[in-house]
């Protein structure tokens, strides 16, 4: 089982830049799918970034595409988060979470491992 741990949240203004990390322990050979949450005060959880870690396909929600990338350090076992030009509504707390498997899911019960979250506060 593949146990996340987040980290790089903190608190940066609008147009700035944040990387998240997502490291990674009881990995295997086994294909997975990493991918990123967040969820906002008095909002639902919703899909933000994935990555297939064998083969590097990504997918992302409309909204980040041109400001976020997801990416994966295989010797670090550690999957990042690249946030630029980061806006006040991408304030949430930010969710690293692990599939077992080769497809991309948006869906928050098609993935089995969370880490803690980590919080993104963007100011205006």
């Not at 990493?34 to 997918?59: C, D, H």
């Not at 550690?78 to 006040?88: F, H």
Request: glycine fraction near 10%; charge should be positive; proline fraction near 2%.
């Amino acid at each position: 089982q593949v146990q996340p741990v987040e980290s790089g949240g903190g608190l940066v203004q609008a147009g700035g830049s944040l990387r998240l990390s997502c490291t990674t322990s009881g990995r295997t050979s086994a294909e997975y799918i990493m991918a990123w949450f967040r969820q906002a005060p008095g909002k639902e959880r919703e899909f933000v970034a994935a990555i297939n870690w064998s083969s590097g396909l990504t997918y992302y929600l409309d909204s980040v595409k041109g400001r976020f990338t997801i990416s994966r350090d295989n010797a670090r076992n550690t999957v990042y988060l690249q946030m630029n030009s980061l806006k006040p509504e991408d304030t949430a707390v930010y969710y690293c979470a692990a599939r077992r498997g080769s497809l991309i899911y948006r869906i928050i019960g098609e993935y089995n491992n969370w880490g803690q979250g980590t919080q993104v506060t963007v100011s205006s």
